[in-house]
T-cell receptor, first 107, second 115 residues
Framework: GQQVMQIPQYQHVQEGEDFTTYCNSS?????IQWYKQRPGGHPVFLIQ?????EVKKQKRLTFQFGEAKKNSSLHITATQTTDVGTYFC???????FGKGTRLHILP | DTGVSQDPRHKITKRGQNVTFRCDPI?????LYWYRQTLGQGPEFLTY????????KSRLLSDRFSAERPKGSFSTLEIQRTEQGDSAMYLC?????????????FGSGTQLSVL
């Protein structure tokens, strides 16, 4: 069955540093979604990527879908304390979520 | 506020008891999902409805778990004969299928503690 792996599991960065998390699927995806979950909160939708090689930006966040549509990345430029949380990717049927990357910001 | 409501927010029960959770999705959303999440893990899929039809159920899900969505609106998730391993956050999410952007809206969840 489909599996989605995320790396790293944890990331500690100094405020202002960049951060990247990666999502790798065992199968080709028709699309991929990214969610953010703040500590004590619930997942909140960030973006969906559909096209091979697609790149989308949301302010300091850059999302990329691989050419083979089997991997994706989320890059945050100049992290802020508001970026703290766990970032999850999800395969195209919403059934499989990665285990997430937990981002800690050191002031 | 995402618009998806879950009740109760917290439930403490003794092992062996039955519990039922309710989810009210966003009104125009015809898809409804149930997930379970434990600390440090991603949401684990349990089951999914389109309108009142239960279209998929996790093969890993014990037959102690059952879900309904009788009128295609709210949904209930029942766990019979609860076990300590059932302790988790139970999340409900809804969506409206679209051609390019079917995003999930999650509720705040029901935190279950089985003693």
């Amino acid at each position: 069955g489909q599996q989605v792996m995320q790396i790293p599991q944890y990331q500690h960065v100094q405020e202002g540093e960049d951060f990247t998390t990666y999502c790798n699927s065992s199968t080709t995806l028709s699309n991929i979604q990214w969610y953010k979950q703040r500590p004590g909160g619930h997942p909140v939708f960030l973006i969906q990527l559909v096209k091979s090689g697609e790149v989308k930006k949301q302010k300091r966040l850059t999302f990329q879908f691989g050419e083979a549509k089997k991997n994706s990345s989320l890059h945050i430029t100049a992290t802020q304390t508001t970026d703290v949380g766990t970032y999850f990717c999800s395969g195209d049927d919403k059934i499989i979520f990665g285990k997430g990357t937990r981002l800690h910001i050191l002031p | 506020d995402t618009g998806v409501s879950q009740d109760p927010r917290h439930k403490i029960t003794k092992r062996g008891q039955n519990v039922t959770f309710r989810c009210d999705p966003i009104s125009e959303h015809n898809r409804l999902y149930w997930y379970r999440q434990t600390l440090g893990q991603g949401p684990e899929f349990l089951t999914y409805f389109q309108n009142e039809a239960q279209l998929e159920k996790s093969r890993l899900l014990s037959d102690r778990f059952s879900a309904e969505r009788p009128k295609g609106s709210f949904s209930t998730l029942e766990i019979q004969r609860t076990e300590q391993g059932d302790s988790a956050m139970y999340l409900c999410a809804s969506s409206f299928p679209g051609p390019t952007n079917e995003k999930l809206f999650f509720g705040s969840g029901t935190q279950l503690s089985v003693l």
